[in-house]
């Protein structure tokens, strides 16, 4: 194995490491001693590649980008909502989501970068919002930037309910309900029963994952 | 001073002390020690009043059911969108209620009781919303388990968002963006323009209050 994939792999063992403890423990209460420990690296390999906590959170808000791009639909509403479900089955599978999530939303000792998930979502959230109220798909005046804080505080919440009753299990059904219920005062009433507000088939969620590494590949 | 009031009163101080440091840590990273130092008393004053750092946690969950007592309004919606107002104010100045939301909403190592914040406050809005319907405020066929999940959760992560950003100074304004929002999926649309999404005047509060503690004194 070669020494820059050998370093790119032990990288990635204590990012994935990293994960699972901020994602238990909570940024304070997590120690770089049981993220070696997980991670089975030596303290050197390790400050090799980091030298600081933070800078391995840091690491992990990047990791959140990545999670938030929005499925192609002719609807922009529909593809909102989408991406919204594609985050949720992500958090439910992916540790590095959770703990970012986790660090995003928690009040801790951890110095928040420029570019937190929150901003992430909002830029990704509004820029989609406006491609929909271009088509037409949004109510008259509808402010757009109450409307992204609002979609993205109500996930956030209803993402932490979730997690504490069922760790993540009823997220789906719970995100249903926010669409359900936030519809009506976001898009034209004509609007609201073309779009659905369940988690796409198999199908178009095959079909979104080799768009979006075809994407990545051409990139 | 009579011994019975000593004990209420150093008991008043270790949930106080108790109340800034799980506020400031969170749950793992509280240490009894901190509280102590804080609180200003022995550890056998602590020990006399609670056993374990848990026992504590659970003492300030009981404060929380205190917040969610709504202002009386003829259009029940109002009550419910007052209480979130006021709630929202407790949280800007109330160490203890803060301290309850934090334990609520992170997960953490302390086994939540059966009641939890999400609990009593589910328990109080799916109520008021019954009576809304009743009373004719809510759109036909709403489904109240529903709403009552996506008030809480909307709730739940715009005090989150704002407690990042502003340390809850701007939650008011979050909270009147949610309400615009949920509103139209929520009740009759000739009710919208009647209710108020802004908090309450000082008038009405100072109402509320006298009205809630003469009710407290009565019982």
């Given at each position: 194995m070669a020494k820059q994939e050998r370093g790119t792999r032990s990288k990635q063992a204590i990012l994935a490491a990293a994960a699972e403890v901020f994602d238990l423990r909570g940024y304070d209460a997590a120690s770089t001693n049981e993220i070696l420990a997980r991670s089975g690296l030596t303290r050197g390999a390790l400050y090799h590649h980091f030298h600081s906590k933070e800078s391995i959170a840091a690491a992990l808000f990047e990791a959140h980008s990545g999670a938030l791009v929005a499925p192609e639909r002719s609807t922009k509403l529909q593809s909102i909502i989408d991406l919204t479900f594609a985050f949720a089955a992500q958090l439910q599978r992916d540790p590095?989501?959770?703990a970012s999530v986790r660090l995003a939303v928690e009040k801790t000792s951890f110095p928040r970068p420029a570019n937190t998930p929150y901003e992430q979502s909002t830029e990704v959230i509004h820029e989609l919002l406006d491609q929909a109220r271009l088509q037409g798909e949004t109510l008259p005046g509808l402010?757009?930037?109450?409307?992204?804080?609002?979609?993205?505080?109500?996930?956030?919440?209803l993402q932490a309910m979730s997690l504490v009753y069922t760790e993540r299990e009823d997220l789906p059904e719970r995100l249903g309900a926010m669409w359900r219920l936030l519809l009506p005062g976001l898009v034209t009433p004509g609007l609201i029963g073309t779009l659905r507000v369940t988690p796409p088939p198999a199908a178009v969620v095959a079909d979104d994952r080799a768009r979006a590494e075809a994407a990545a590949a051409a990139s």
């Open positions: 590095v989501l959770r402010d757009l930037s109450d409307a992204t804080t609002v979609i993205i505080g109500a996930f956030t919440g």
